[in-house]
């Protein structure tokens, strides 16, 4: 149960200090929040739980495919927001859009030959 409570803690003192840092140099802030480090994070918990090559490596693989659906979003929210749209309508659209594109790729992706 602490492992737990540890790793939410740590989680969300990622995201405070990347909102904190946000305030002052957004551009900073957008470096730190594109860093990988939830999947990194993720793996090694992961891998403490379960030493498994192979499930890590389809892991590792299947955060990379799962990576892509997520980019349009990030491309389409400043986008809405420049073009006079509420922040949460944005912000709405741009999850939705990631959640349709998430299920396109569960769908096709197998049927591609991804191993997701």
């Known amino acids: 149960m602490w492992t ?3 790793k939410a803690l740590l ?4 995201i405070a200090a990347i909102s904190e840092v946000g305030k002052r140099l957004p551009a900073t802030a957008a470096i730190v929040a594109s ?3 939830v999947s990194v994070l993720g793996m090694i918990f992961l891998w403490h739980a379960k030493p498994d090559s192979e499930n890590m490596a389809a892991h590792a693989q299947a955060t990379f495919w799962y ?5 349009p979003m990030f491309l389409l929210i400043p986008a809405l927001l420049r073009g006079g749209m509420n922040f949460w309508l944005a912000l709405g659209i741009g999850c939705a859009l990631t959640v349709g594109l998430y299920l396109l790729m569960m769908h096709f992706g197998p049927r591609l030959g991804l191993r997701i």
């Open 35 to 37: 860093l990988p480090l």
């Open 67 to 71: 990576v892509l659906p997520s980019l």
């Open 11 to 14: 989680a969300g003192a990622m």
């Open 4 to 6: 737990v409570v540890a």
